[in-house]
């Protein structure tokens, strides 16, 4: 299957700071990727889609201006967890969708452990 | 609203045991359901899915899930499990936006 990377595989922040964390579609272009987040002992919880060359849609209940995201290219999507308190810490998996290759599933990357003191 | 229910949080089971893992989805017009499994420090890898056809879904590494329509489930089924099979398993239905269950983690002991 396809791959999916995310960097950094966890991240440590104080209060206040903002953090981005990439995840990037190895070898398929993905012309829209999600973005969930896991509390611990729990599922994953869709908090937005990432359309390539336009604006994220998230869902509801999700500050959009608390997380920026930004899908530049068909490889690339962030999410910037701006003035990240210690609420933000959770674990935070991206995935991609090929729509238009030999693909037409979800690939998830990693995850990203944010901790914020 | 589409919800998915994993009724079991943790399953423990003996090496060689059959599994299974439970699901339940809230009804609607159109259906497409999956299984993932996430290992320790790993992604989500696609175990099996369903949109149509055939009501018994076979996917990787022995596993299999029904459909039913009647029950509203689409239970994940094992015959014989391998340490190797302890993880923890997402129910989820969706086919642009996933929606996942709260996942059950199966605990397969020697």
Known sequence: GAVVSQHPSWVICKSGTSVKIECRSLDFQATTMFWYRQFPKQSLMLMATSNEGSKATYEQGVEKDKFLINHASLTLSTLTVTSAHPEDSSFYICSARDTGGKYNEQFFGPGTRLTVL | ?110
């Open chain 2, 1 to 110: 609203a589409q919800s998915v229910t994993q009724l079991d949080s943790q399953v423990p089971v003996f090496e060689e045991a059959p599994v299974e893992l439970r699901c339940n989805y809230s009804s609607s017009v159109s259906v497409y359901l999956f299984w993932y499994v996430q290992y320790p420090n790993q992604g989500l890898q696609l175990l099996l899915k369903y949109l149509s056809g055939s009501t018994l879904v076979k996917g990787i590494n022995g596993f299999e899930a029904e459909f039913n329509k009647s029950q509203t489930s689409f239970h994940l089924r094992k015959p014989s499990v391998h340490i190797s099979d302890t993880a923890e398993y997402f129910c989820g239905r969706g086919f642009n936006k996933f929606y996942f269950g709260s996942g059950t983690k199966l605990n397969v002991k020697p």
